[in-house]
């Protein structure tokens, strides 16, 4: 079955940055788009970056230009670049692909606080 796995998340200071990683399995991971969402307390999941088969990305407008989706097929893993680092980031950050239906890893918590 489909498996993802998020790591890299932590603590950091507002302008800091961070790198997450999602590990895929299961699935044909070069062939499918990828994404990441988050989720911050008391809101609604929300779609942070999406990056194709062929690598094309899109970007929410509160991330555009400080964060990077982008994808190693040989390794199955999806990366998410985030420089900048803002308090309004802090949020669960989940990997998310949809073979049939939505699929999600158990997700990987960044908190930005000085």
């Known amino acids: 079955q489909v498996r993802l796995v998020e790591s890299g998340g932590g603590l950091v200071q507002p302008g800091g940055s961070l790198r997450l990683s999602c590990a895929a399995s299961?699935?044909?991971?070069?062939?499918?788009?990828m994404a990441w969402y988050r989720q911050a307390p008391g809101k609604e999941r929300e779609l942070v970056a999406r990056?194709?088969?062929?690598?094309?990305?899109n970007y929410a407008d509160s991330v555009k230009g400080r964060f990077t989706i982008s994808r190693d097929n040989a390794k199955n893993t999806v990366y998410l670049q985030m420089n900048s680092l803002k308090p309004e980031d802090t949020a669960d950050y989940y990997c998310?692909?949809?073979?049939?239906?939505?699929?999600w890893g158990q997700g990987t918590q960044v908190t930005v606080s000085s």
């Open positions: 998310n692909v949809v073979l049939g239906r939505n699929h």
């Open positions: 299961g699935l044909i991971f070069s062939i499918n788009s």
């Open positions: 990056i194709t088969s062929g690598g094309s990305t």
